[in-house]
């Protein structure tokens, strides 16, 4: 594995950004091992490559992330998370006053969807309205309000997935 260990990414009780450090080899091969089980060893097998090569690893209820530098790829963990990649990699465009979404490009490997997505950076409510001067309407109907900046500087939810 590229990296000793992974900063894991997730929001405390009052709905916060928190970032901790985790042990890699249990947190990331028990997750790794829940994909196999639903998807076969195909899984297995991306959870490596992706992990040799990517700066950080967090993971959600449904599926896993793989950061990079400029994008992230999003691999299921079970079938909820196909379900939610499936739905997230679908989506595109926006409108104004509407929800605004990171760019996507879903891709099938072994039937199993896999989401690329830009990489947005976490921006928290005081943030936007140090920048935009307001928090945007719409930002309330993501859920826990999980929204960022693009290196574009564009607002954009980053986790849409349905389940």
């Known amino acids: 594995m590229k990296i000793e260990y992974f900063p894991l990414h997730y929001r405390d009780e009052s709905g916060n950004m928190v970032t901790r450090e985790s042990n890699t080899i249990e947190v990331f091969e ?7 089980e639903w998807f076969g060893a195909e899984i297995g097998e991306l959870f490596d490559r992706f992990a040799n090569r990517c700066e ?10 793989f950061i990079f530098p400029k994008y992230v790829v999003k691999l299921p963990t079970c079938g909820d998370g196909c379900a939610d990649n499936d739905w997230e990699g679908s989506i595109c465009g926006s409108e104004p006053d509407k929800i605004q979404y990171a760019r996507t490009r879903l891709v099938y490997h072994h039937d199993i969807p896999i989401v690329f997505m830009e990489r947005v950076e976490y921006a928290s409510t005081k943030n936007m309205r140090a920048k935009l001067g307001h928090e945007p309407e719409w930002v309330h109907s993501v859920d ?7 290196r574009k500087g564009r607002l954009v939810a980053y986790d849409f997935g349905m389940r």
């Open 144 to 150: 826990c309000s999980q929204v960022g900046w693009t």
């Open 30 to 36: 028990s997750i790794k091992k829940q994909a196999i």
């Open 56 to 65: 950080e690893f967090s993971s959600g209820r449904n599926r896993a992330v």
